[in-house]
């Protein structure tokens, strides 16, 4: 996946304006417009259109770098059985850190969370693997958690006093990991 923070980095270095790295996406069906447009938006962040493989391709020709050196690699686990402030305990140590850091860390780490995102991780990682980038390179640069709402098959009762009942919330959430290179 494009990075939009180091495509504008890798631009600003080479010197290379909006309109030029448009035009080496131009030839693929789409019109002069619609590239700068879509050149902007991926600039922003903004992956509308969503960039392919040939475009992110293309822009490192015009960049004259390596595909891999304005990608990164996401990996995400939807509906995760488990609260999110508890999983985000465990991705607060991880960010910032070498891959294999971050492996080592998850695994010493006695929380219910931990082979959950580190599945995450290595999904990311062989994501990574499979495009050509170096693994012993790789940095976690963002792992975030998002809450996923209550449960599927979990909206259940717990009887009180005087015949009123109060509702059992087993919660879910959405635990996201990027990887980037180096």
């Not at 790789?138 to 449960?151: C, M, N, P, Q, Y």
Request: hydrophobic share 45%; charged share 30%; glycine share 4%.
């Amino acid at each position: 996946m494009l990075s939009a923070t180091k495509l504008i980095e890798v631009s600003n270095e080479k010197g290379v304006t909006v309109e030029q790295l448009a035009r080496t996406i131009a030839h693929g069906g789409r019109s002069m417009k619609e590239a700068v447009a879509a050149v902007k938006n991926w600039e922003r962040g903004l992956f509308r259109p969503l960039p392919k493989a040939e475009d992110v391709r293309r822009l490192a020709e015009a960049l004259s770098v390596e595909p891999v050196e304005i990608s990164d690699w996401h990996s995400s686990y939807q509906y995760a059985p488990m609260a999110a402030r508890k999983v985000r305990l465990v991705t607060d140590l991880i960010v910032g850190r070498r891959v294999q850091d971050a492996i080592d860390t998850l695994k010493f780490t006695r929380k219910r969370a931990a082979p959950m995102v580190d599945k995450v991780l290595k999904a990311a990682m062989a994501d990574a693997d499979e495009h050509q980038a170096d693994v012993n390179a790789l940095v976690v640069k963002e792992a975030r958690v998002d809450e996923a709402g209550i449960r599927l098959g979990t909206k259940r009762w717990i009887p009180k006093d005087r015949g009123r009942a109060h509702p059992i919330r087993k919660k879910a959430c959405h635990i996201h990991v990027t990887v980037a290179q180096a």
